[in-house]
T-cell receptor, first 114, second 115 residues
Framework: AQSVTQLDSQVPVFEEAPVELRCNYS??????LFWYVQYPNQGLQLLLK??????LVESINGFEAEFNKSQTSFHLRKPSVHISDTAEYFC????????????FGAGTTVTVRA | ETGVTQSPTHLIKTRGQQVTLRCSSQ?????VSWYQQALGQGPQFIFQ???????GRGNFPPRFSGLQFPNYSSELNVNALELDDSALYLC??????????????FGEGSRLTVL
């Protein structure tokens, strides 16, 4: 079975400062990794994903995450946050097969202050 | 392209009642899964339907059941509601089994409160 640990439950950050959200996973098989974002009173939206190839993946709104197989991590970073980045962020993992059951972490709440 | 839609968006029930939640999958998607997100937690996988059959189930009791219809829409039924069933129920769809992206497309959820 796969599991995800998000090491920070809440991350307050000032606007234009950098942010890093930490995610570690556990799995005995090869996996796909995801970061989803949930804005208040909304469903989950995919932020970025790692399937294969380059270990550094980027989103269109400035987030990036790096897959580190040796450390079983998939940390999410943004060099300069905006107020609109205030949301809850979930790291998720699924094994590389056709069932695509996602196992989510407990989430990290990012609050960006002016 | 129409995304995943869920209904109702909010509902309140009392202990022991039954509830049905509905989901229309994104156009072209034939696989639907349901997740329960309790307050302050990450979503937990309930089950998945592919071509009208359940083909994966998480650690939920049998009083959680579902259906998928020929148009790929889906229902989640919960019988004998308990207080701990209060949560946001998320439906997600994806293209068929042969598509290898691993990405799920989520609806905005149905928020169930059990009193």
């Amino acid at each position: 079975a796969q599991s995800v640990t998000q090491l920070d439950s809440q991350v307050p950050v000032f606007e234009e400062a950098p942010v890093e959200l930490r995610c570690n996973y556990s799995s005995s098989v090869s996996v796909y990794l995801f970061w989803y974002v949930q804005y208040p009173n909304q469903g989950l939206q995919l932020l970025l994903k790692y399937l294969s190839g380059s270990t550094l993946v980027e989103s269109i709104n400035g987030f990036e995450a790096e897959f580190n197989k040796s450390q079983t991590s998939f940390h999410l970073r943004k060099p300069s946050v905006h107020i609109s980045d205030t949301a809850e962020y979930f790291c998720a993992v699924t094994r590389r097969s056709n069932d695509y059951k996602l196992s989510f972490g407990a989430g990290t709440t990012v609050t960006v202050r002016a | 392209e129409t995304g995943v839609t869920q209904s109702p968006t909010h509902l309140i029930k009392t202990r022991g009642q039954q509830v049905t939640l509905r989901c229309s999958s994104q156009s072209g998607h034939n696989t639907v899964s349901w997740y329960q997100q309790a307050l302050g937690q990450g979503p937990q996988f309930i089950f998945q339907y592919y071509r009208e059959e359940e083909n994966g189930r998480g650690n939920f009791p049998p009083r959680f059941s579902g259906l998928q219809f020929p148009n790929y829409s889906s229902e989640l039924n919960v019988n004998a509601l308990e207080l701990d069933d209060s949560a946001l129920y998320l439906c997600a769809s994806r293209p068929g089994q042969g598509t290898n992206t691993g990405e799920l497309f989520f609806g905005e959820g149905s928020r169930l409160t059990v009193l």
